[in-house]
């Protein structure tokens, strides 16, 4: 199986927001680099095109989808980490209000939920079951599409690569960029991250 992940494109939230489970729209830059990155599709159409269910990431998958003709499929277990009660409030604000709470997470977020949300080992579990089931259901020739969020792809890629969860933050996802895995004979490979455009196959 050859698993393409994509973040999404930027959205209309203002810079410094604290974003996660916050149901915001692609902005017309983040649509514009989305379609940039579509059209330097390299090699077959993917046979499935997954997606998480928030809005930025499904709009970012309709453009593929558009260009493959198939239907993308949501699934809420490629959601960005969620951030609970401070969703959708400034960084600033929550470090300055919020401090102490914030400080505690802040220095134990692998395995600390954000209060009324998800640490990133909850990341790590619901994107793991993902992963599982789509080996489960996919062939060693089949491609694969997921449209998701830098969380999310982070913790794919630290399933991919055997690397601890305290190690995620090392990977930079840029806004509609792509990552590969590979999965052959029950081994993962990662063949690219944060590319601005697809790599043929080597």
């Known amino acids: 199986m050859d698993l393409i992940l994509i973040r999404h494109g930027d959205s209309e939230a203002a810079s410094g927001l604290c974003i996660g489970q916050t149901d915001v729209a692609l902005s017309s830059a983040g649509f514009l680099a989305i379609q940039r990155l579509a059209a330097h599709w390299q090699g077959e159409a993917p046979r499935f095109l997954f997606t998480s269910d928030l809005r930025r990431a499904q709009q970012s998958a309709q453009v593929f989808a558009a260009r493959f003709a198939i239907e993308p499929l949501a699934d809420p277990r490629l959601r960005e980490v969620d951030l609970g009660e401070?969703?959708?409030?400034?960084?600033?604000?929550?470090?300055?209000?919020?401090a102490a709470r914030y400080r505690h997470w802040a220095d134990n977020w692998v395995i600390q939920?954000?209060?009324?949300?998800?640490?990133?080992?909850?990341v790590m579990r619901r994107t793991g079951a993902w992963l599982a089931a789509l080996l489960?259901?996919?062939?060693?020739?089949d491609g694969v599409l997921a449209v998701a969020h830098a969380g999310s792809i982070r913790a794919l890629l630290c399933h991919a690569l055997g690397l601890p969860p305290a190690r995620a933050f090392a990977l930079q996802l840029g806004h509609a960029r792509a990552s590969r895995i590979r999965y052959r004979m029950g081994q993962f490979e990662v063949s690219y991250t944060n590319a601005s455009r697809f790599e043929e196959d080597q």
């Open 136 to 141: 489960g259901s996919t062939g060693d020739n």
């Open 113 to 122: 939920e954000a209060p009324g949300g998800e640490s990133f080992s909850d």
């Open 86 to 98: 401070w969703d959708g409030q400034r960084w600033d604000a929550i470090a300055k209000h919020d």
